[in-house]
C-alpha cells in the first residue's frame, strides 16, 4: 500500500538539482507513527522523500524534484550536500531486529522506480552510514545488502586481487576518515559481523569494489 503524506520539511535542490543517489536509513525509534510524526514535524527539521514501515506501507513525504532534510554532513563521490544530490528512504526498524520481508519486498519496489526514473546505476544506492561513517551507523547490520544487489538494486563486490584498502574505499566513494573508522563503515555493510584488524578478506573485497569506482570519487586514500 501506497499514501502520501506530505512534510513540510523541504526545500530546493541546490546545484545542478539532480539526483545522483539514493541513501537508506532506518529510522531507530519504536514505531512507524513515531517516526512519521518526527519526519513531519517543523521543529525537527528532518525528513525524507520516503518512510516504509514493517508491513509494507510505503509513505510518501517528500516530492523527489524536493530537497528532503535526511543525510546532514557527510560527503559520497568527493562532494558533499548530499541532500540536494539523493532521494532518501527512511525504513521503520529499531536497528536492533531484522527488516521484515513486506517491508524489504516494498523497499525493492521504490527503488527499482527510483533507479529507473532517475537512470541511476546500483552503485548509487548507499548507506547512510556509508556517506557519513564518523556518526552514522544506519541501515545497520542487520540490513541485507546483498539481497538487493541480487536484484541490481545495489552491489556487492566479488574478492580480487587484494590492494591498498584505503584507496578502494576512496574509489568506491567513501568520503576522508580515519583508517579505523572507514574499516567499521565497510564492514557494517560488507562484513557486519567481523572484529578485528582490516584483514586481507577486507582488502580482497574492497579491491572488487573497484569495478563500481564513481566517476569523481579521489583515487587515493
Known sequence: MSLTHPSPNFGERRGRGRVELVVLHHTAMPSCAAA????????AEVSAHYLIDSDGTVLSLVAEAARAWHAGAGAWAGAGD????????ELANTGREPFAEPQMAALERVLAGVLDRHALPPEAVIGHSDMAPDRKRDPGSRFDWRRLALQDLSVWPEPAEPGDFQADLRRFGYPEAAPETLLSAFRLRFRPWVCGPVDDTDRALA?????FAVDGAPADA
Open 207 to 211: 579491491a572488487g569494489l573497484r569495478r
Open 36 to 43: 512519521l510524526e518526527r519526519l513531519c514535524d517543523p521543529g
Open 82 to 89: 548530499v541532500n540536494s544530490r539523493s532521494i532518501g528512504i
